[in-house]
């Protein structure tokens, strides 16, 4: 913490934003996977804000390890595996819920139609 006070203070300030940016994006995410009303839009809120979370505590930690003079970019490649990885599993699991048919909220769409893969039935 005593390399961090000896910053100047602009680059305190810059750094102070992208961890309030990460850490605001990361709480909407997480509010909205423990309110939404049923799994799919469960899904889309952790999985994108979340990812933008990372994000900005990534770059603030990169800020700071620069602005001391080392230049470290293992933040950089958690950052890029979170970016790979995170949606490619969202769409694993959404597309295990669309098989499995998971009850959906009433307002949410079902864009499915017969041409696909499997057979479903339309609840109505």
């Given at each position: 913490?005593?390399?961090l006070s000896q910053l100047p203070e602009w680059v305190q300030w810059i750094i102070a934003f992208f961890i309030?940016?990460?850490a605001s994006f990361a709480f909407v995410g997480s509010l909205g996977l423990a309110i939404l009303p049923d799994f799919f839009t469960r899904l889309h809120a952790p999985t994108?804000?979340?990812t933008m979370g990372i994000g900005g505590i990534v770059i603030a930690a990169i800020i700071s390890?620069?602005?001391q003079?080392?230049?470290n970019l293992n933040e950089l490649l958690i950052a890029i595996f979170l970016f790979l990885t995170a949606p490619i599993s969202a769409h694993i699991l959404a597309k295990a819920a669309l098989h499995t048919e998971?009850?959906?909220f009433g307002p949410t769409k079902d864009h499915r139609d017969e041409?696909?893969?499997y057979q479903h039935e339309a609840k109505k």
């Open positions: 913490m005593e390399a309030l940016l990460g994108k804000n979340t390890t620069s602005a003079g080392t230049l998971l009850p959906k041409s696909d893969a």
